[in-house]
């Protein structure tokens, strides 16, 4: 049985097994002669396809300078000598980055059918130098998902982390931003996230066979932006080159800009269109699951007319039995690190009034639960703008339900928000774990005690399965233990 099968158990019967896979693909690239190499070898991405009446993927890679005549086959099954396969269209863009030159393919897997298994291989000069495969997206009610944020920083623990996800066998991952450190930078990518991810044979010490054959689907954090000035990171923005992801939101009137040189920029946005800036706001349907993905970073304004229509209209028309909302930055956070990042907060009714389950976050790194709450902000003596301070606070009046436990009581009066951000990255505010007296910050406009769990001595990530109307969320750390655990019904 190969690696695919044993990650992922889908069937792919007729293929060879990995590792000869593996060492033809080494051979090939490396023969004397011909030196042409995989940077980076073929992941599965969501592709334009946000809601449940059609679906897609698209397939991406990355070569050295030496082009290559590519050829993507893909089919329903696994492949068959006596069937012909799909032909995927191929683009690619000639990236010219810190003096060296790569060229980044894109092939799309279109016409797909739900709730089916592919199969798809990478020929390059009619040799396979590469193969996978997948499962398209549900329809059915059930979903099976894993979330992990703050996690590309070349750590043990991230290596743990992507094991034990895919010993869980997940549908999709949800990453809540900060893909990788420092700066978003294509070389972070190359080393801090893709080898975790794509790991040959699942390890907690290599990662797994993940992003292969799961979509991922990424939430673009400050890290992924610190390299917005061209000039100074000329790979930077890299989150535009590496996603592909739906692009049914409008672009708000404060969104990430490239900035520096004049020429770079318009280099980075010819080979980034038609993804930047569309993609750091999207949504997407998956089983019986709705799923909005928003900016929070520093220049976003939450209440940005052209947003809140799109997100009224994406949320309200949606027929979906979950609403969740994932954004990098939480609102509501009961750390030492972060604490005053509560732009977020002004969203809160918003998303109340349109039947948001979850809201699902990073950033600071470790895990935290709320109860369920709902929170007015503070407006001004006029009643015409909301108040936030200059570090950042936004202050109001909070409703909590201390009646659900999760267990007993499991319908929720109000939003749960998590912290999903203990991914990988180091850890922030370990003395913080399991002693709520030090949770408290300023009382009462501010801050009351809405977190019920805390989590901030071990890395971790957060496993969510829904059946009809049932949610179980639990939380896991790197050895698979369950550290917290809910129901939530409707």
Known sequence: MDTFRKANSIPFENNLPFKRILFA????FWSPGFCQQLIVSPYLQPGNAPSLSREEKTLIWQTDSVSGVYEVEYKKGAFMASEKPWQAKIAFVKLQLNKKTTFLYRAQLTKLQFDEVYSYRLNLNGKTVAEGSFQSRSKKPITRFAVFGDCGQKTPEQAQIAYQVSQQKPQFVLVTGDNVYQNGLQGEYITNFFPYYMAPEPSPTTGASLINNLPFYMVIGNHDIHGANLTKFPAGLAYFYYNDLPLNAPIPESTIEATGDADLVKLFKKNTSPRFPRIANYSFDYGNVHITCLDANYYVNPLDPALIEWLTSDLHNSKADWKIVSYHQPGF???????????????SHVLEELGVDLVLSGHVH?????????FSPKKNKEGTQYIISKEGRVDGSFTLDQQYDGVTKTKPNGIIYVVSGAGGAPLFDKELNGNPELWKHNL????????????SDRHSFTLIETNSKKLILKQMDVNGQVLDEITVTR
Do not use: C, G
């Open 25 to 28: 693909t080494f051979l090939f």
């Open 333 to 347: 956070n009961s750390s030492k690190a972060h604490y005053d990042d509560q732009i977020m907060r002004l969203l």
């Open 366 to 374: 470790s895990y935290q639960r709320t109860v369920p709450l709902k």
């Open 444 to 455: 009462p406009e501010n801050w009351v005690p809405f977190t019920v769990k805390m989590i």
